[in-house]
């Protein structure tokens, strides 16, 4: 491990820091990687010392599973000991990409990756930075590097290198910038209980797009499904309170903070700013991909601007904001 302030902040990622990061990774260090989703916090799945120092670099508790990412689904056979029919169709339609599964684990698979739970999550990434960094990983022997988002414990995901710096800087060996992260929300998971494949957790690919390709739609989470850290309420959080309101009650909901000389700041959504408002006001984008692609960064810098209380306003109904609606319900849970 590094000492404090020792993180190297990579850009751009050219293949001579590509090569520098997989090293720093197989001597058992903590790299940050850009993905297509969110930027992860990388360490050697097959090493327990390296996995373990995830968990104190993140301030998360012991016992939450992660998810190992694969130069190519070529290298499932070391982590998955079964693969159902149904996750090898789902791999080959939606890899690379933000698409998490969870199987069977072998015995590589180790407690310090799975929280002790007989199953694995496993996902090739499509960011191209995550590609070749996973790529020069496995040239020195390297099976998988275990991923969580690389942000604090609870704290908002981060989408740029700047917000693991804010988050993580000094913890982790390398921060390799990939740019501002496309997808900008978690992959989806999916798990296979039995055979049946169950929606784990809302993502970057729909419900929908699955149910097609397996020919059925993935069922809910019952009490039989692995437990799943990211299914936590007030996961995802600013540190300001947040609050979900409906657009039409948003100008009676301004109003009645500020006469309480609250301080408001605003996730908007394809709204004008209220003539007389000062305060920080966001407009995002209006569709789905647009909204969940800056959803966090929004977040971030509504957190940072001194409010007393963000009010974001709820998403509307309709499958394609299911992942949105999922993280805000987090991100603006209390208690
Ligand atoms: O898009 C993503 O998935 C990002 C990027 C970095 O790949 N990673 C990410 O990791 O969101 P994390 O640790 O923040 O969330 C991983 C989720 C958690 O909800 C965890 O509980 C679940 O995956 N998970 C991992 N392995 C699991 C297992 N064996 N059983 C059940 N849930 C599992
Ligand atoms: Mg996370």
């Given at each position: 491990?590094?000492?404090?302030?020792?993180?190297?902040r990579?850009?751009?990622?050219?293949?001579?820091?590509?090569?520098?990061?997989?090293?720093?990774?197989?001597?058992?260090?903590?790299?940050?990687?850009?993905?297509?989703?969110?930027?992860?916090l990388?360490?050697?799945?097959?090493?327990?010392?390296?996995?373990?120092?995830?968990?104190?670099?993140?301030?998360?508790?012991?016992?939450?599973?992660?998810?190992?990412?694969?130069?190519?689904?070529?290298?499932?056979?070391?982590?998955?000991?079964?693969?159902?029919e149904?996750a090898r169709?789902?791999?080959?339609?939606f890899?690379?990409?933000?698409?998490?599964?969870?199987?069977?684990?072998?015995?590589?698979?180790?407690?310090?990756?799975?929280?002790?739970?007989?199953?694995?999550?496993?996902r090739?990434?499509?960011?191209?930075?995550?590609?070749?960094?996973?790529?020069?990983f496995a040239r020195?022997?390297?099976?998988?590097?275990?991923?969580?988002?690389?942000?604090?414990?609870?704290?908002?995901?981060?989408?740029?290198?700047a917000?693991?710096?804010?988050?993580?800087?000094?913890?982790?060996?390398?921060?390799?910038?990939?740019?501002?992260?496309?997808?900008?929300?978690?992959?989806?998971?999916?798990a296979?209980?039995?055979?049946?494949?169950?929606?784990?957790?809302?993502?970057?690919?729909?419900?929908?797009?699955?149910?097609?390709?397996?020919?059925?739609?993935?069922?809910?989470?019952?009490?039989?499904?692995?437990?799943?850290?990211?299914?936590?309420?007030s996961?995802?959080?600013?540190?300001?309170?947040?609050?979900?309101?409906?657009?039409?009650?948003l100008?009676?909901?301004?109003?009645?903070?500020?006469?309480?000389d609250?301080?408001?700041?605003?996730?908007?959504?394809?709204?004008?700013?209220?003539?007389?408002?000062?305060?920080?006001?966001i407009?995002?984008?209006?569709?789905?991909?647009?909204?969940?692609?800056?959803?966090?960064?929004?977040?971030?810098?509504?957190?940072?601007?001194?409010?007393?209380?963000i009010?974001?306003?709820?998403?509307p109904?309709?499958?394609?904001?299911d992942?949105?609606?999922?993280?805000?319900?987090?991100?603006?849970?209390?208690?």
């Amino acid at each position: 491990m590094k000492t404090p302030g020792a993180t190297e902040r990579v850009h751009p990622a050219d293949d001579a820091s590509i090569e520098r990061a997989a090293r720093s990774l197989a001597a058992g260090e903590l790299v940050a990687v850009p993905t297509e989703t969110v930027y992860g916090l990388g360490a050697d799945a097959a090493n327990p010392a390296a996995v373990a120092a995830i968990y104190s670099a993140k301030g998360r508790p012991s016992g939450h599973p992660l998810i190992v990412h694969l130069a190519d689904a070529s290298h499932l056979g070391h982590w998955a000991r079964e693969i159902p029919e149904g996750a090898r169709r789902l791999a080959n339609a939606f890899w690379p990409g933000p698409l998490t599964l969870i199987l069977p684990r072998t015995a590589l698979a180790g407690d310090a990756v799975t929280g002790g739970q007989d199953t694995v999550g496993l996902r090739v990434p499509s960011h191209p930075v995550a590609r070749a960094l996973l790529a020069a990983f496995a040239r020195l022997g390297g099976l998988g590097v275990a991923a969580p988002s690389a942000n604090r414990y609870g704290h908002v995901s981060p989408t740029t290198a700047a917000h693991v710096a804010s988050d993580l800087g000094g913890r982790v060996a390398m921060i390799v910038d990939g740019g501002r992260c496309d997808v900008g929300i978690e992959s989806t998971i999916v798990a296979f209980v039995d055979g049946r494949a169950v929606l784990m957790r809302p993502g970057g690919i729909g419900a929908d797009a699955i149910a097609r390709v397996l020919g059925r739609a993935p069922e809910p989470p019952g009490a039989d499904a692995p437990r799943a850290s990211g299914t936590h309420l007030s996961h995802y959080a600013p540190r300001t309170a947040a609050f979900l309101v409906d657009a039409h009650a948003l100008a009676t909901e301004m109003l009645r903070l500020s006469e309480r000389d609250e301080v408001v700041a605003v996730l908007a959504r394809r709204a004008a700013r209220p003539a007389g408002f000062d305060g920080p006001w966001i407009d995002a984008p209006g569709d789905a991909e647009g909204y969940a692609r800056e959803l966090y960064a929004n977040l971030r810098a509504l957190d940072t601007a001194g409010a007393d209380a963000i009010l974001v306003v709820a998403p509307p109904a309709g499958a394609d904001w299911d992942a949105v609606r999922d993280r805000l319900a987090r991100a603006t849970h209390r208690g």
